[in-house]
């Protein structure tokens, strides 16, 4: 497996994730994987067996994977969620945000440059995690 | 007009640091031109034909007197000394150096500008109405809507890798001065039972499919438009084709779709959306439009203006609108002057308008869609010295909305998508009708010309449309008649054959003597053309 930068306390997931389609089927796995223009409402009813979701973006300019990820967190989803494939430090803090936890990039990330582009946005304008204060809330107290 | 808090400094001056790291990797070979082009695109940075092209957002294109001169200061050292003005209201300098780059989004920052979001597959510059606060037919300023949209478009991170780029613009009068259908997302401020709200339009758009956007939403309260934007975009971006990018703007999934499943599909999304308490509450659009209350109009002025000096009075008419406020104008300044290029103006020209700027109109300035610039509130008596200082400086031409106020791209000369010139065309048309009289006597005729497909020259919404393409090699250009951007946006129908580059300025000109032949009192040549038909053109320039 390659390298997987994660975000959380737990150890990475090792499971193996099934595709959507699979996954209907196999009332017992833990781990899927999401393509591009699949919908990932589809996994809501399942989310309590889940613990890992992957979000495959084999091409980063395809940002569907952004939608889905904020999608599964919308809908409560706590366990881990990975972006997997072509993945950039550039683009790691928006992921972060839309509720990516772990990475699994295709090509390496320098750890530097991802620590530094991690910490250079001092605030966000947008509410998009829960947990987030955009800016309009932090002026408006 | 609006002034950065600290959090806005931040946010921009972080730009800035995520830039110059950026391109610190690129020209050190850490990011291959491969990874770096996305980077770059967000942040304005075109590799051109001869050079890197920066293009500066200015939103919803305002500006003041400082930031105005920030963009001369940047012609003058990191350019050829001049500057384009854009379709999208924004300014675009030919020949940036990448090195340099980092240290223009610094200068820019130090006035509370930048170039963030303005190229890539994001949410574009919002665009705005030029007459936005001065206009008597406007239910609100469109400003801190646009402002507020601003803010939350501004580093989206669902958003950042849309199917295509994504165009917004917001006006608040029926009167249409921003091209408002033909954006992706159209936003008409409206007020109903005395509370102002949004009429939303979406799928508009130029480019190989010109389409007039549907109206999706009869209105949305103003402390819920982010969420419902927010779903009409979160709909795009999981629908949206990605399989070809020509057909990858919304105005082809909400066709494919149909109107009424795409709003159905917004509805429902929209109604989560709403739970999430992501819209910013109504204090925080009070706080913006607290920046764009009226200035201190004096009152009490005389709304005479002296018309002795016949060439003043000439320019009074073509340029100078009315406003809301006794004893103060609206004055248009044309960034097409005869053998120029459309919206280019020099360091000393832009210098000069700032100064004016803030000198005679509340140190506020307006770029148009139309590649023009705007002085919002002058005092009509301060109308006849504006005049001479504009008229001195080559920026005293009196055109507004005639054939020779062309819109055009860059084109061929600068632009590597373009298939045509469009820069020569426009200055021969120019040329065939410097005839003040005969400009006049023909009236408000919009001639606009792309240099390709792509269409950023709006020649889909031209009275008078020219759109350049390669024909086996040689550059062809075909005529369009018929399309608006206004209120009454319609598109351009294409009359025949296309034209040598000297054949379509002949083409134009016969068809504005078919207009002159047939026109009934009152008639500009779109109405002409509109009750007509095509074919008396058709006759005329293929007969």
Same mark, same amino acid.
């Given at each position: 497996m390659a390298d997987v930068i994660t975000?959380?306390?737990?150890?990475?997931s090792e499971e193996p994730a099934v595709s959507v389609d699979c996954f209907a089927g196999q #009332? $017992?796995? #833990?781990a899927v994987r999401i393509e591009p223009g699949e919908d990932a409402r589809v996994l809501l009813p399942d989310l309590g067996r889940l613990s890992l979701v992957e979000v495959n973006f084999p091409a980063f300019g395809d940002g569907r994977g952004y939608s889905a990820a904020r999608i599964l967190r919308e809908a409560g989803y706590k366990g881990e969620l990975r972006a997997v494939g072509d993945v950039l430090a550039d683009h790691i803090p928006l992921m972060r945000r839309c509720g990516f936890d772990s990475f699994a990039p295709r090509a390496p990330v320098d750890p530097a440059v991802l620590e530094a582009t991690l910490a250079r946005y001092p605030e966000v304008y947008q509410k998009v995690a829960e947990s987030e204060r955009p800016i309009w809330s932090l002026r408006h107290g | 007009m609006y002034v950065y808090d600290k959090y806005d400094q931040a946010m921009v001056d972080a730009r800035v640091a995520d830039f110059r790291d950026q391109t610190r990797r690129r020209l050190s070979g850490e990011l291959t031109e491969e990874q770096f082009r996305p980077l770059r695109l967000m942040n304005g940075l075109y590799l051109q034909l001869h050079a890197y092209m920066l293009r500066v957002a200015i939103p919803y294109g305002t500006l003041s007197g400082r930031q105005m001169k920030m963009l001369a200061h940047i012609a003058r050292k990191y350019d050829k000394d001049y500057g384009h003005f854009t379709t999208r209201q924004n300014i675009q300098y030919n020949w940036i150096k990448l090195e340099d780059a980092p240290d223009i989004l610094a200068d820019l920052a130090s006035v509370e500008m930048h170039a963030i979001q303005t190229s890539g597959n994001c949410i574009r510059n919002i665009s705005s109405d030029q007459y936005a606060g001065v206009a008597a037919d406007e239910v609100a300023d469109p400003r801190p809507w646009a402002e507020l949209l601003r803010q939350w478009s501004s580093f989206h991170p669902e958003f950042s890798y849309l199917p295509r780029k994504f165009k917004i613009c917001v006006i608040a009068s029926a009167e249409d001065r921003a091209a408002m259908r033909l954006h992706d997302i159209g936003i008409e401020l409206v007020e109903r039972d005395g509370v102002i709200g949004a009429k939303v339009f979406a799928g508009g758009g130029m480019g190989r499919t010109p389409i007039v956007g549907p109206e999706i939403k009869d209105f949305v309260a103003e402390d819920e438009i982010i969420s419902y934007v927010e779903a009409c975009l979160r709909v795009y971006n999981r629908y949206g084709r990605r399989d070809n990018k020509y057909k990858a703007r919304i105005k082809i999934l909400v066709s494919e779709l149909g109107v009424e499943e795409y709003k159905r599909q917004v509805e429902e999304e929209w109604a989560h959306m709403k #739970? /999430?308490?992501?819209d910013p509450p109504t204090a925080e659009l009070d706080r913006i439009r607290a920046h764009f209350v009226d200035p201190a109009y004096e009152t009490g002025l005389s709304d005479a203006i002296d018309r002795s000096d016949p060439d003043f009075a000439l320019w009074v008419d073509s340029q100078v609108v009315a406003h809301k406020q006794p004893g103060y104008a609206i004055v248009n300044i044309s960034l097409k002057p005869l053998a120029g290029i459309p919206g280019d103006a020099s360091s000393a020209q832009i210098d000069l308008i700032a100064d004016i700027a803030e000198k005679y109109s509340f140190d506020e300035l307006r770029v148009t869609h139309a590649q023009n610039i705007v002085l919002a509130s002058v005092k009509k008596a301060d109308l006849y010295t504006i005049w001479q200082q504009l008229h001195d400086a080559g920026l005293g031409e009196a055109n507004l909305d005639l054939v020779t106020d062309i819109i055009a791209c860059p084109g061929l000369d600068y632009c590597s /998508? *373009? $298939? *045509?010139?469009?820069i020569p065309v426009a200055q021969k048309i120019a040329q065939r009708f410097a005839d003040p009289v005969k400009q006049r006597d023909i009236g408000e005729l919009k001639l606009k010309i792309s240099g390709c497909i792509n269409a950023c020259g709006h020649h889909h919404a031209g009275h008078i449309g020219i759109l350049g393409v390669d024909r086996k090699g040689t550059e062809n250009y075909q005529l369009l008649l018929g399309g608006s951007g206004a209120e009454d946006a319609s598109l351009g129908k294409i009359v025949g054959p296309g034209f040598d580059e000297d054949g379509i300025v002949d083409a134009v000109e016969k068809a504005t003597d078919v207009y002159l032949a047939q026109r009934q009192t009152g008639e500009r040549f779109l109405d002409t053309y509109r009750r007509i038909g095509m074919n008396p053109f058709k006759e005329a320039i293929y007969g």
């Open positions: 975000f959380h306390d737990d150890v990475a #009332t $017992n796995a #833990t | #739970t /999430l308490g992501i /998508l *373009a $298939n *045509a010139r469009s």
